[in-house]
């Protein structure tokens, strides 16, 4: 049975029940800690290592790591926030994200961490690797470009009958997506919807809806991602806008 | 105290940026009373006639009169600023950064739809910059001070930065200003 327990997070004291991971703990307490890979109702993977936090002075993930009765847990510090921004800025420089042609620009949760870290330039120089893109589905598009590998699209996405649209091909540096190409023929619109909507990049992009919403109305345009957890704590009434 | 002196230029741009800049409607009445504009497009002062405080690159390097023009700036301004995503990280131009030069250029003068029968040469005179291999942002030629990311920039976002740069006073961009698109 799920107990009661209390811990803190930066000094903060927070109560959750045990069996949660702690971003989701810290998420009940009105806490944000950023994430990419994470998304509710999927189980987690820990790749993306954007949610480290230090847990009782140990680097950890906060997404893969169970909460416990008397954690410590530092999110908000000089430190995690400079080690995060390296994260994402390494995520701008390995790959090719143009956001001025993305589709996803606006909405991208890769582009709105840059925007809360208040990166200008990445620190890195950039890679420009050449990197391919599928078009040959009927409904989706696969960019590569773009693509993180945080393997939301393998994890949530799932046929009616339970197999799986999309895989990791290849390792290391060759670690790639693919798309299962005779079930992708035959995918209904919500589907691809559902594919171009976990994806938190513009690397899947549902084909014949790019630049639906005008600039000014997207996702991030003036609210930080994470507001809405935040917002959440001083307003009991707020909605919660997940995935 | 003598105003501060700008200068700007746009390299491998589209200068939509400039235009970003010109998009601050009448605040640009404000901007003449604030600063004096050297080697620009906006009074098409062509050379630098004296150092200046503060120089504005719109667009990356895409040629070698880009990185000429970029490396001028670097020795006649105090504060460099990369204005837009071009400058920043290339831009739509570093679009080519994946194929060959030789693809590139083949496909520009060579084999593309609109090209004229009979008048298929690859320029190549003295005269005519050389391109690069690929584009390059402006801060991996020379040092750069201070990014404004956008495309282009919000015209808020320019003035904001701007007016703090020249008077001193801390940096708080408005978070619905700083964007990538």
Known sequence: MNTAITFTIDGTTCTAETGMYVIGAAQKNGIYIPSLCNMDGVAPRGSCRVCTVRINGKLMAACTTPVSEGMKIENDTEELRDLRSQIIETLFVEGNHFCPSCEKSGNCELQALAYRFKIMVPRYPYRFPVREIDASNPKLIKDHNRCILCKRCVRAIKTKDGKNLFAFKNRGHKLAIIIDPSLASSITDELAERASKVCPVGALIKKETGFAQPIGSRTYDRSPIGSTVELAATSPNAKETAL | ?181
């Open chain 2, 1 to 181: 105290m003598s105003k501060p002196v700008i200068a700007t230029a746009s390299l491998a741009g589209c200068f939509g940026c400039h235009m970003s800049i010109l998009d601050i409607d009448e605040r640009i009445l404000d901007l003449i009373e604030l600063v004096e504009f050297n080697k620009s497009p906006v009074d098409d002062i062509k050379t630098f006639t004296k150092m200046c405080d503060v120089g504005i690159i719109e667009g990356g390097c895409c040629n070698s009169e880009n990185v000429h023009v970029l490396k001028d700036f670097r020795k006649n301004c105090g504060i460099l600023v990369s204005l837009g995503e071009c400058a920043i990280m290339g831009g739509l131009p570093a679009l080519r950064n994946g194929i060959p030069i030789k693809e590139c250029l083949e496909e520009a003068y060579l084999h593309g739809p609109t090209i004229e029968k009979g008048n298929k040469i690859i320029p190549n005179d003295d005269e005519l910059p050389m391109i690069l291999d690929r584009v390059y942002p402006c801060h991996e030629i020379v040092k750069i001070d201070y990014f404004i990311p956008g495309c282009p920039p919000r015209a808020d976002l320019i003035w904001d930065a701007l007016v703090s740069l020249v008077k001193g006073t801390p940096m708080n961009l408005a978070y619905e200003t700083v964007k990538y698109d």
